[in-house]
């Protein structure tokens, strides 16, 4: 994908000034022979969900195109959010929004996203409308109900979050307390709870290898073996228990994950390509 998106780049640089004299006459006025395709293809690698070549691309075309810095740089910002790179995405979109122009109110937007999703704060209050939309989102990112401020969406989309809310609270679920007290009584028995039948394999041989050879070296007054054994066991066990816990989690984030990105496109629309 790295050569794909090199060649991309450098076959945009290179065959641009090939134009014929009407898209050089059209580039001065609405299209730019570089920049337009770069940018149709940055918004493609994003849709591909591609972010670590959409970020590298819009690094390099942000420099070189200076009238759709801005453009660039949310894309930008977009692509790191989904590489986790939070902080980096919300001061990128800060600096943005400090500057004029129409791009403001959705670079606005989008840092308040990105607060939400790296959990770096409360969303800015953007009042009814924008600010609706996005603490809605952030009770639902939270694992709470939309709230009353879903009132204040309009009709069709409070509709829609309605819907999409139900059906991700009535997909098939976990409980994290239920795993991890069962691998506290079995080990192994939450992490099949859980859906992970290999993890409770291992789980269960290695718990009951140290608890076998702990047994075995105290019969055989090894005691300091035996002590050291059962310590590595013990921090085993818990691990277990942790791991189950864990596994629930997980489980619960993929049975929900396609009505989350539902909701997350429903409510935050500028975040989408």
């Not at 641009?16 to 395709?37: F, G, H, I």
């Not at 996203?113 to 939309?133: A, E, N, T, Y």
């Not at 192994?188 to 718990?207: E, K, R, T």
Request: negative net charge.
């Amino acid at each position: 994908m790295r050569l794909i998106l090199t060649t991309t780049i450098v076959a945009i640089l290179t065959l641009s000034p090939l134009a014929s004299a009407q898209e050089k006459a059209q580039s001065s006025s609405t299209y730019d022979p570089v920049c337009a395709p770069a940018l149709a293809q940055g918004e493609s690698l994003m849709r591909g969900q591609h972010h670590v070549d959409a970020h590298l691309l819009a690094q390099t075309m942000g420099l070189l195109c200076a009238s759709d810095a801005h453009s660039w740089g949310i894309l930008d910002a977009i692509a790191l959010t989904h590489l986790e790179e939070h902080e980096r995405a919300y001061a990128l979109l800060e600096s943005i929004s400090l500057t004029p122009g129409p791009h403001v109110q959705r670079a606005r937007i989008l840092a308040s996203w990105v607060m939400v999703k790296g959990d770096l704060g409360s969303p800015i209050d953007l009042g009814k409308g924008d600010g609706s939309r996005l603490a809605v989102f952030a009770r639902i990112h939270s694992g709470r109900s939309p709230g009353k401020r879903a009132g204040e969406l309009s009709t069709a989309l409070q509709d829609a979050v309605t819907t999409g809310y139900a059906q991700m609270e009535s997909a098939d679920s976990k409980s994290p307390w239920a795993a991890g007290i069962l691998s506290a009584l079995v080990p192994g028995m939450g992490q099949a709870y859980a859906g992970s039948w290999q993890g409770a394999g291992i789980s269960l041989v290695l718990n009951g290898l140290f608890a076998a050879a702990t047994v075995e070296l105290a019969r055989n007054e090894l005691y300091f073996a035996s002590a050291t054994t059962g310590v590595a066991g013990s921090i085993f066990y818990v691990g277990n228990i942790l791991n189950a816990v864990d596994l629930a989690k997980r489980y619960n984030e993929g049975a929900t994950k396609a009505q989350r990105d539902m909701l997350e496109s429903l409510l935050i629309p500028e975040a989408q390509y």
